[in-house]
């Protein structure tokens, strides 16, 4: 029942080239950055991932995608990560985008054993009817690989699409506690798309900023509970203080006596 390994390098050492990924976080929130690390440190490379975006500036996913490390991506959203958006129209890279909503759907789908699901997102639009560009030629602006079109089908007079779960070789995720049986609990908006990636993976690995004993909390507050996870790992304090979205400002008040 001992979840814990020492180190992050060790918790992803078996991800192999080619791996799919399912990774938490949104924007600059709750990114395993650790295990990230821990990646472009190991040389993976070849990754599918799926996450909300890939990174932003240096940090998160932005690291690997930098490198070259990162082959697909299924999320939806570039934002203003200028390395993403020249890799993807340069043909470098391929990229499913597809709605946010339907995003988090797919993975709870497919950690819940789901294979798939109807919505009415995307109906009458590309994403159901096909021709996204998945990945450019990188030469003429023409599109190589564009997607296909889905089922759609009528539930009481309203059409709705058909989408596939997700599952993943790996997940990497980050929580604010986790016990020894990986027991999970997030940190306000950090409780984003980590725990949705944490049940999409075959192999979840995550990242703790406090590691606590089984029974240190308090079942009511576990987010997502530890038959999800595989390996937990205590981040160091500096690792843990280690957050692109905090900055820490000092107001200078003029003192009157």
């Known amino acids: 029942m ?27 929130s709750g990114v395993p950055g650790g295990l990230i690390q821990a990646l472009h440190a190991a040389g993976v490379t070849g990754l599918d991932v799926v996450s909300n975006n890939c990174g932003a500036g240096q940090s998160g996913l932005a690291v690997l995608l ?15 990560n200028k390395e993403f958006a020249r890799q993807y129209l340069g043909g470098e890279i391929e990229l499913e985008l597809i709605p946010q ?13 789901i294979p798939a699901f ?6 009458g639009t590309q994403v159901a009817d096909g021709g996204l560009p998945w990945r450019y030629d990188g030469r ?25 779960g997700i599952t993943t070789d790996f997940a990497l995720v980050r929580a604010a506690r986790g016990d020894r049986h990986g027991n999970l609990v997030f940190n306000k908006s950090a409780r984003n798309f980590n725990p949705l990636a944490a049940m999409a993976g075959r192999i979840t690995i995550a990242e703790v900023e406090e590691l606590v004993e089984p029974g240190a909390i308090d079942p009511d507050h576990i987010h997502l509970p530890g038959i999800f996870v595989q390996r937990v790992v205590a981040l160091t304090p500096e690792q843990a203080a280690d957050k692109k979205i905090e900055n820490l400002t000092v107001t200078h008040r003029e003192v009157r006596v």
């Open 2 to 28: 001992d979840k814990v390994v020492g180190s992050v390098a060790e918790a992803v050492a078996d991800v192999f080239d080619g791996a799919s990924l399912a990774v938490g976080g949104f924007g600059l």
């Open 66 to 80: 930098s490198a070259g490390r990162i082959s697909r991506v299924t999320g939806s959203y570039i934002g203003g």
């Open 140 to 164: 003429s602006g023409g599109v190589a690989v564009a997607s296909p079109a889905k089922e759609v089908r009528a539930f009481h007079g309203v059409e709705h699409v058909l989408e596939h």
């Open 101 to 113: 909503g339907t995003l988090a759907e797919r993975l709870r789908a497919g950690g819940c054993g």
């Open 118 to 123: 109807y919505t009415p997102a995307g109906v």
